[in-house]
């Protein structure tokens, strides 16, 4: 992953030359100014009349939450997706989903882990999931070579076909249940694999006309997305750890397992809490057999993470499960992934400070491996962020919309998680209240993965002491 | 303050020897059976028919949730206080607020200050207020005794002395505005000392009749509540500083600058808010003057520091407002202060740990001082706590009442931080979240205070770098 030198002195590579200084010295400027143009395209392609199924302009409103929604891959919505927009507007929406989530996923994985430490990219990727964890640190003591545009390109593209293959492999999966239902092949192929990408990608748009309704008490169909988003939303590294290394945990990084520790926690809680809590609920599965509460409470567990899907009415949640929710919705899932909020690695890491402090001992510790301490002041500084985006959109929402904090709690949440689950609070919200939601996405997503990668970037050398690995928190 | 000798053997030394040595060598445990103890005997003496105005018994809920209240200072009610307790109920809350305060003062002092170093106790309760910060640790080093019960004895009186001077000159500063109200000089006497009281002890019982609507837009009424509870909520160590060196600035310590200036802060930013955000609620003040407004707003701002008087009815705030107010209780007031939540140092180091991650220091730094990292892990433990605790609590009300999230994360919070202001919520519900909320009081006001010191008794000597110095969190 050698830099190449440049040589040639054409207009072209002067643009090129500029374009990798600014991204190179500035990136999480960079990663910002490109989720705004991505969002302002995808804004003009909503608003044409093309995209819309009644062929007139779209209100800016909605073509532009739209665009958020579809570019930050959150899955929240302001129309009805499956009949408000054209072939066309479904195509754009399931292109720029795609552009979201490589970009997220991209974005991600180079601030969090490449500029900070000026290492080469894909190869510091899977140094992350490595097993020797002085790989990192040797990296990063002997290269020192800038990010430059070619090495984004290389990782763009094992990003993108890394995802377009678990998409395929998940529509493949689910096509099957999908034909028995529709008994149409072309119809089954684009319900499949619109589930496939709005799953995988932790997106959770629904485009066709009746969304998840026919598969909502389906142990398959709901167990492949339950997958899916959870694939989607461990991270990229953790990702491909799994892939390469599924069946030998020895060579799992603290990173991986502490987000993989994490995640499942948070799943077994959110289970048992919904579980527990929608027992005499009969608006939501309060009514159904033992087997199907237990998929249901996993199910939605799961989507908090965040997938964004929902077999039922969210607004019939018990008020207590829907602060289950929030809470869920507000640490999201793993670092570098299209999955959004704190991030699990974040909350772990809160929680191994109070455990340390506790014990009395001098540093956090985990899995035998110390974490030094200037990761938890990264931590947080990104569950400040966090908790100061959502209370100033919640207080906004609130004032805009004289709605309850149980429901403007939960849509602000899902918009700064990204999770894309509503109590249908933001489809009735005023415009006002939108553009709030909206800029509470863009925050959610960009602002919590740059504010890491910045602060990141910002670290000094720590003092050897005993074997040391850092967990990409944010 | 050198410890006397134990040289007599009699039985009753033995017993104090015993107490003597449980207390030292577990004092979380030790705070944790004194309180509770205070909490059953003021629970059976409210139960009696003679504390009762209909001279019945008291239901155990409410007996049980008063005296929780009263021993903790918190000031939530399940019953309407002026009215339900006879004569002789108002004088066992009169001197349970009183007993509560000076423990909880005493306790927090004890077991934040002074068990964790084992330091001769008055010396290093002054000694926090210094000017000299290697004064604190020149101690440290220097002492190694434990503490004793004689000790513990003159800090109560200390306390105790200071507190009833001040109530005193809190109530003399009352007294003509409300003789000129009742024209009656004993109930004046009456009415001024209870509110001096409940003031200043941050408590927040009205046990007159009329309660607090006569003075409802009295300015001096008001700002002598406000200085009231501001000089009970910023703590014991700052009052004593302030009390000494008001004029002297440079003579302060970091813990005593960042109190004041965190709660400053917090009170400037909860005014402007509350003024914002009700400017068009004539329910709550928005139909009155200029001036008014801005009292009214920075009454209510200081009264979540946690005194817990109200000029209107709570219910009637926006959510929006109702949700700063929630921030802003569970944040709470100074370090061993009759205030509750989470304590402002412990918010300002958070924010001070991502001051520092954002500039890239090594450490956190406030007003030329260096703050050892241990004190960001007890921070964040305390959070945890806090946290953990408001979702429980949360949860389980709104599973026993299917009241609005709005109404119950109010009164859990203000529960939890001993705030006492409430939309109503806490009166009308049953006994079972009756209970959870009075336990929910007993968790934040003993567990906040206890679990710090714990955490703090278990830090371990830190390497000399620069001129340090300890604020106390939690
Ligand atoms: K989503
Ligand atoms: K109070």
Same mark, same amino acid.
């Given at each position: 992953?050698?830099?190449? =030198?440049?040589?040639?002195?054409?207009?072209?590579?002067?643009?090129?030359?500029?374009?990798?200084?600014?991204?190179?010295?500035? =990136?999480?400027?960079?990663?910002?100014?490109? !989720? #705004?143009?991505?969002?302002?395209?995808?804004?003009?392609?909503?608003?044409? &009349?093309? *995209?819309?199924?009644?062929?007139?302009?779209?209100?800016?409103?909605?073509?532009?939450?739209?665009?958020?929604?579809?570019?930050?891959?959150?899955?929240?919505?302001?129309?009805?997706?499956?009949?408000?927009?054209?072939?066309?507007?479904?195509?754009?929406?399931?292109?720029?989903?795609?552009?979201?989530?490589?970009?997220?996923?991209? $974005?991600?994985?180079?601030?969090?882990?490449?500029?900070?430490?000026?290492?080469?990219?894909?190869?510091?990727?899977?140094?992350?999931?490595? *097993?020797? &964890?002085?790989?990192?640190?040797?990296?990063?003591?002997?290269?020192?070579?800038?990010?430059?545009?070619? @090495?984004?390109?290389?990782?763009?593209?094992?990003?993108?076909?890394?995802?377009?293959?678990?998409?395929?492999?998940?529509?493949?999966?689910?096509? =099957?249940?999908?034909? %028995? @239902?529709?008994?149409?092949?072309?119809?089954?192929?684009?319900?499949? %694999?619109?589930?496939?990408?709005?799953?995988?990608?932790?997106?959770? +748009?629904?485009?066709?006309?009746?969304?998840?309704?026919?598969?909502? #008490?389906?142990?398959?169909? $709901?167990?492949?997305?339950?997958?899916?988003?959870?694939?989607?939303?461990?991270?990229?590294?953790?990702? /491909?750890?799994?892939?390469?290394?599924?069946?030998? =945990?020895?060579?799992?990084?603290?990173?991986?397992?502490?987000?993989?520790?994490?995640?499942?926690?948070? !799943?077994?809680?959110?289970?048992?809490?919904? !579980?527990?809590?929608? /027992?005499?609920?009969?608006?939501?599965?309060?009514?159904?057999?033992?087997?199907?509460?237990?998929?249901? *409470?996993? +199910?939605?567990?799961?989507?908090?993470?965040?997938?964004?899907?929902?077999?039922?009415?969210?607004?019939?949640?018990?008020?207590?499960?829907?602060?289950?929710?929030?809470?869920?919705?507000?640490?999201?899932?793993?670092?570098?992934? #299209?999955?959004?909020?704190?991030?699990?690695?974040?909350?772990?890491?809160?929680?191994?400070?109070?455990?340390? @402090?506790?014990?009395?001992?001098? %540093?956090? @510790?985990?899995?035998?491996?110390?974490? &030094? %301490?200037?990761? $938890?002041?990264?931590?947080?500084?990104?569950?400040?962020?966090?908790?100061?985006?959502?209370?100033?959109?919640?207080?906004?929402?609130?004032?805009?919309?004289?709605?309850?904090?149980?429901?403007?709690? !939960?849509?602000?949440?899902?918009?700064?998680? #990204?999770?894309?689950?509503?109590?249908?609070?933001?489809?009735?919200? &005023?415009?006002?209240?939108?553009?709030?939601?909206?800029?509470?996405? +863009?925050?959610?997503?960009?602002?919590?993965?740059?504010?890491?990668?910045?602060?990141?970037?910002?670290?000094?050398?720590?003092?050897?002491?005993?074997?040391?690995?850092?967990?990409?928190?944010?």
């Amino acid at each position: 992953m050698a830099t190449k =030198p440049v040589s040639h002195r054409s207009l072209l590579g002067k643009v090129r030359d500029r374009i990798d200084d600014f991204a190179a010295s500035t =990136p999480a400027r960079f990663a910002i100014i490109i !989720f #705004t143009a991505l969002v302002l395209v995808f804004t003009l392609l909503l608003g044409l &009349p093309i *995209s819309n199924r009644t062929g007139d302009f779209t209100p800016l409103a909605d073509a532009f939450f739209t665009a958020v929604s579809t570019i930050c891959v959150t899955g929240l919505v302001t129309v009805d997706m499956a009949n408000y927009w054209s072939p066309f507007g479904h195509a754009v929406i399931f292109i720029g989903v795609e552009i979201g989530a490589v970009g997220v996923l991209t $974005l991600a994985s180079i601030l969090g882990l490449v500029i900070s430490r000026r290492l080469g990219l894909r190869a510091k990727l899977m140094a992350v999931g490595d *097993s020797n &964890p002085l790989r990192v640190r040797r990296g990063a003591v002997a290269e020192g070579q800038a990010v430059r545009l070619g @090495e984004i390109g290389g990782l763009l593209v094992t990003v993108a076909v890394s995802m377009l293959i678990i998409e395929l492999v998940i529509a493949l999966l689910l096509f =099957p249940r999908v034909l %028995s @239902e529709t008994n149409d092949f072309l119809d089954a192929l684009w319900v499949s %694999s619109s589930f496939a990408v709005m799953s995988f990608t932790n997106t959770g +748009f629904v485009l066709v006309p009746n969304g998840i309704a026919p598969y909502a #008490t389906d142990v398959w169909f $709901l167990s492949i997305i339950m997958i899916s988003v959870f694939l989607g939303a461990v991270g990229f590294p953790v990702f /491909f750890v799994l892939a390469r290394n599924l069946r030998r =945990p020895k060579r799992w990084s603290l990173h991986v397992k502490l987000t993989l520790v994490t995640t499942v926690i948070l !799943f077994v809680l959110g289970t048992l809490a919904f !579980f527990a809590l929608e /027992f005499n609920n009969p608006r939501t599965f309060g009514s159904l057999d033992f087997g199907q509460r237990a998929l249901q *409470s996993s +199910f939605l567990s799961m989507m908090t993470r965040s997938g964004g899907f929902s077999t039922f009415d969210i607004a019939e949640l018990n008020n207590s499960s829907l602060l289950v929710g929030d809470m869920l919705m507000f640490v999201g899932g793993g670092s570098a992934s #299209t999955a959004g909020g704190i991030k699990v690695t974040t909350l772990a890491i809160l929680f191994l400070a109070a455990f340390a @402090e506790a014990r009395g001992t001098d %540093s956090m @510790e985990a899995f035998d491996r110390r974490i &030094p %301490s200037d990761v $938890l002041r990264v931590s947080v500084s990104v569950v400040l962020w966090g908790a100061t985006t959502v209370a100033t959109a919640t207080i906004l929402v609130l004032q805009l919309t004289d709605a309850s904090l149980d429901h403007v709690l !939960f849509d602000v949440i899902s918009a700064f998680g #990204t999770s894309g689950l509503s109590t249908g609070l933001t489809q009735n919200a &005023p415009d006002s209240a939108q553009y709030v939601l909206a800029i509470t996405m +863009f925050m959610g997503r960009v602002g919590t993965v740059t504010l890491a990668a910045a602060l990141a970037a910002s670290t000094r050398r720590q003092l050897f002491r005993r074997a040391e690995e850092r967990p990409i928190v944010g």
